[in-house]
């Protein structure tokens, strides 16, 4: 079959006539119609991924016949700012400047900014793609000029500010952009021998991996983070953060594999040397804290499909303690998931106007909100009001 004949087999199926899918992709009927004949050539990427979202899709060879590409890394919301940010991952200047190597202490200013505003703002996609711009040239060009005061400092400081690039562009419809920063963030940690730094970038291309339904890549270079981190972790915070929060990357994707023994075991080894950092110690990269036990402990839970145990975890974390406005709505998004397995609609419909209050951009890039929001609008008729200022919010088709 062709895409087109795909797309057509597969609205039939769900019983949406042609003006009701065109109208909810922004097309026309004649449009879609010439899709579905071959009269037109196969939609791009982003168009590719509003079709599937709406056939309720989760992988797109379904639409196209080819080889496997889950939709966990895309999104049909993209952001504004997305292909100006794009513009600048990919224009690294490749040659040797005249200019004066940029001063590092500027440069370390500016990744903290960033990492600050991500933290504190619930817009944090808008905020970062005012900075990212200007911010990846700079290290960019830091981390490559032949006068640099210090070339080690230059390349941990542009592969967190990939890392940066990675939390604004994921699951948005250039899934390809995720992978370029996530890979490049770890070759330019890798090249300054630093492990923490290794070990960030580790977390972000793991993150990757697991959203993709790559677990045993995932696993693989968790398991390689870890050996790297082992010999480490007491020698410093940052290495003790960097070596839990890959210890609970362990446990959640061995969480997304059911295997509930392994996954608690990573946990309790997260915890503990969780337990050595001083008791403000956050981390904005990774949440890596003794605070984000309970965080992780309701993420475990629902993986496992076990709501009462998430719920028992949620219990035991005040969610306005959580100091990273985006970190704090996706663990209300995390608890709600619970309670809709319990069948607890109203706690959900609640709880994800806490996330959108908390911070908006969390759940408008998040497939389980939509998720939960569909399951809301054909829900009763108690949480419907609710449902549909929470799909205007997020970006659902009410």
Not at 33 to 39: F, P, T
Not at 111 to 135: I, K, N, Q
Not at 136 to 143: K, N, P, Q
Not at 180 to 197: I, Y
Request: with cysteine.
């Amino acid at each position: 079959m062709t895409t087109g004949q795909r797309i057509k087999a597969l609205r039939e199926r769900r019983g949406i006539s042609r003006p009701v899918l065109a109208g909810l992709v922004g097309r026309s009927e004649g449009w879609l119609k010439a899709i579905e004949n071959g009269r037109l050539q196969t939609p791009k990427l982003p168009m590719l991924v509003k079709l599937a979202d709406h056939l309720r899709v989760t992988d797109l060879s379904e639409l196209t016949g080819s080889a496997s590409l889950p939709l966990s890394l895309f999104s049909v919301n993209e952001h504004p700012s997305l292909s100006v940010v794009r513009r600048a991952v990919d224009s690294a200047p490749l040659t040797l400047t005249d200019d004066q190597a940029p001063n590092l202490d500027h440069v370390a200013a500016a990744v903290a900014t960033g990492w600050a505003a991500r933290d504190s703002r619930g817009d944090h996609r808008t905020a970062l793609g005012e900075l990212l711009p200007g911010l990846l040239t700079a290290a960019s060009i830091a981390a490559s000029h032949p006068e640099v005061s210090d070339r080690r400092r230059a390349q941990v400081l542009h592969a967190s500010a990939l890392n940066l690039t990675q939390m604004f562009s994921a699951y948005q419809a250039d899934g390809t952009l995720v992978w370029r920063v996530a890979e490049r963030a770890l070759a330019t940690a890798r090249s300054a021998g630093d492990p923490a730094a290794i070990g960030q970038a580790c977390w972000f291309l793991v993150q990757a991996f697991r959203e993709s339904g790559q677990w045993d890549s995932a696993q693989t270079l968790t398991d390689e983070a870890l050996r790297l981190l082992t010999p480490l972790r007491t020698d410093s915070p940052e290495l003790a953060a960097a070596w839990s929060s890959m210890a609970w990357h362990a446990a959640i994707t061995h969480a997304r594999a059911g295997e509930a023994g392994l996954a608690w075991g990573w946990f309790d080894r997260a915890e503990a040397t969780a337990r050595t950092l001083p008791a403000t110690w956050w981390s904005s990269p990774t949440s890596a804290s003794v605070r984000a036990t309970a965080v992780h402990g309701v993420t475990i839970a629902v993986e496992l499909r076990q709501p009462r145990t998430a719920l028992r975890w949620a219990r035991r974390i005040e969610p306005a303690l959580i100091p990273a406005k985006p970190r704090r709505a996706r663990h209300l998004v995390e608890v709600a998931r619970a309670h809709e397995m319990v069948g607890d609609l109203d706690q959900v419909a609640g709880l994800l106007t806490e996330a959108v209050t908390a911070a908006s951009e969390t759940p408008r890039w998040n497939k389980e909100t939509h998720d939960l929001v569909r399951s809301l609008l054909t829900g009763p008729a108690s949480v419907r009001p609710a449902a549909r200022e929470l799909a205007a919010a997020v970006g659902v088709a009410a």
